[in-house]
Antibody
Framework: EVQLVQSGAEVKKPGESLKISCKGS????????IGWVRQMPGKGLEWMGI????????RYSPSFQGQVTISADKSISTAYLQWSSLKASDTAMYYC???????????WGQGTLVTVSS | ETVLTQSPGTLSLSPGERATLSCRAS???????LAWYQQKPGQAPRLLIF???SRATGIPDRFSGSGSGTDFTLSISRLEPEDSAVYYC?????????FGQGTKLEIK
């Protein structure tokens, strides 16, 4: 069974750093792209970027380029999304998703809620 | 960048009726890379349709996708209360993904 399990909710202060994770299981982790999607409170879905764990090829949405870093450790089948300096506007639910055939997000993690508040 | 515009913003229908959700692209898109997702409150999105027409695994045949060029449609027949959700279209092209802003479907 394909599963993506994300790390737990985080509460951080502005300016702090953060790295959240997404662990894949039940499939060949290195053979599928993993993408990250932001959903701000009460808002729609925003595509942030995507990584191919096999070779760490990474693509970013222009809206998120330079704001976050996407990485992966294929030895432990885990993808990451990290911030070096959080802002209050980073408060959101973040989802990871496996991208299968035709590059659609066919399996999703349960989401990680990030709250940034002073 | 391709912009996807969904309409209507909210759709309120009764059980048993048929829902028609629209997704219009700012330029022609490859139908191979047009998808629809369903998101219920408090849940992660779920893939419904990929390649504009193909149902994902486990999706009932009440859900169907159609369209080409710039105009795409998600149809849901014989509405059930469990179909209440927000529906998003998505396009992939030139290593970038774009979501529409979503259509909220309410089942009265």
């Amino acid at each position: 069974e394909v599963q993506l399990v994300q790390s737990g909710a985080e509460v951080k202060k502005p300016g702090e750093s953060l790295k959240i994770s997404c662990k894949g299981s039940g499939y060949s982790f290195t053979s599928y792209w993993i993408g990250w999607v932001r959903q701000m409170p009460g808002k729609g879905l925003e595509w942030m970027g995507i990584i191919y764990p096999g070779d760490s090829d990474t693509r970013y949405s222009p809206s998120f380029q330079g704001q976050v870093t996407i990485s992966a450790d294929k030895s432990i089948s885990t993808a990451y999304l990290q911030w070096s300096s959080l802002k209050a506007s980073d408060t959101a639910m973040y989802y990871c998703a496996r991208h299968g055939g035709q590059l659609v997000a066919d399996y999703w993690g349960q989401g990680t809620l990030v709250t940034v508040s002073s | 960048e391709t912009v996807l515009t969904q309409s209507p913003g909210t759709l309120s229908l009764s059980p048993g009726e048929r829902a028609t959700l629209s997704c219009r692209a700012s330029q022609n898109v490859n139908t191979n890379f047009l998808a629809w997702y369903q998101q219920k409150p408090g849940q992660a999105p779920r893939l419904l349709i990929f390649g504009a027409f193909s149902r994902a695994t486990g999706i009932p045949d009440r859900f169907s996708g159609s369209g080409s060029g710039t105009d795409f449609t998600l149809s849901i027949s014989r509405l059930e209360p469990e179909d209440s959700a927000v529906y998003y279209c998505q396009h992939y092209g030139s290593s970038q993904y774009t979501f529409g802003q979503g259509t909220k479907l309410e089942i009265k």
